[in-house]
């Protein structure tokens, strides 16, 4: 089954932090709506420094968050913004709404790391690129997710410069989630909420991502690749990495533990896709070890 969240990284399958009880998603704001880059509050290194009065001009000394989670009118902040109480992770950060009040870091990962939920990046429509002296503050590491709508600029710059089809856009019950520190997109689908695919920004192409959704309701392949090369001579001609060369639609993923040296090398991979091209995938993993002896079932 395709290969499911981690709380940071890990590759035994395990409930999807993306997961949570059912709600309307965000509404796309409109280009003109949509406000200006969001700032970061950082409350804990400067409490009298870092949010102004909308009246006066002067820095406010900052305590801590209001209890009922409503901004103060006197704040100069806006919708998008980001302020943080926080000591170490993002435990408690806060992002400012749009009906002027705070909400706390939803934390997906459930280990105190940032999560940008989907009704505050809705606001904007190229989330990286608006967030990105906010990432470089909290720092990358301290971030599990960005929540995207699927017609944010992200996939157009990342992925073949094209947006994803009208079809898939128009889909309002596919989730996607960034993670920035590995650059790691992850896509779930509604018949498998507790489970994602990951595309790897480095190695994804924008049509994996449309295979993979588009195959959604066929059957899915799996095989099983281990491999146990011993000496020199047989290391030295083992290719090292995934299997590349699947057919379109098809994913490999690292199973268990990963070794790599100049005289053993030993490994699993789990690769999935369609099952109508299960032969083909087979076909192209002999191929990519060709001459060397590896299981695949």
Request: net charge positive; hydrophobic share 30%.
């Amino acid at each position: 089954m395709p290969k499911v969240r981690r709380k940071r990284r890990s590759t035994t399958p395990k409930t999807n932090p993306l997961s949570r009880p059912k709600k309307t998603l965000a509404k796309e704001i409109p280009t003109q709506e949509r406000p200006t880059k969001p700032v970061y509050f950082d409350i804990t290194a400067d409490p009298t420094n870092s949010i102004k009065s909308k009246s006066t001009g002067n820095f406010i000394k900052i305590g801590k968050p209001p209890r009922n989670l409503k901004i103060p009118n006197s704040w100069d902040v806006k919708p998008g913004d980001v302020i943080s109480w926080s000591e170490g992770r993002p435990t408690e950060t806060f992002f400012v709404t749009s009906e002027g009040t705070l909400l706390k870091n939803p934390d997906t990962s459930g280990s105190g790391y940032l999560t940008f939920p989907l009704s505050i990046t809705s606001q904007f429509s190229d989330v990286l690129d608006s967030y990105s002296t906010v990432l470089d503050a909290v720092g990358r590491n301290n971030v599990s997710s960005i929540e995207l709508l699927p017609t944010d600029a992200f996939f157009a710059a990342h992925f073949a410069k094209q947006p994803l089809p009208a079809s898939i856009r128009n889909r309002t019950d596919i989730k996607y989630s960034f993670e920035p520190n590995d650059e790691i997109l992850f896509v779930t689908l509604p018949n498998s909420p507790d489970e994602c695919r990951e595309f790897a920004l480095n190695s994804a192409k924008l049509d994996d991502i449309i295979q993979y959704i588009s195959n959604e309701n066929e059957s899915k392949g799996q095989l099983v690749v281990k491999f146990n090369f011993e000496g020199k001579p047989t290391c030295s001609k083992a290719p090292r990495g995934i299997v590349s060369g699947l057919p379109t639609g098809w994913q490999c993923q690292q199973q268990g533990s990963l070794m790599f040296g100049e005289t053993k090398i030993q490994g699993e991979w789990i690769c999935q896709g369609p099952d109508k091209s299960k032969d083909k995938a087979r076909k192209a993993i002999e191929k990519f070890y060709k001459g060397l002896n590896v299981e695949i079932k």
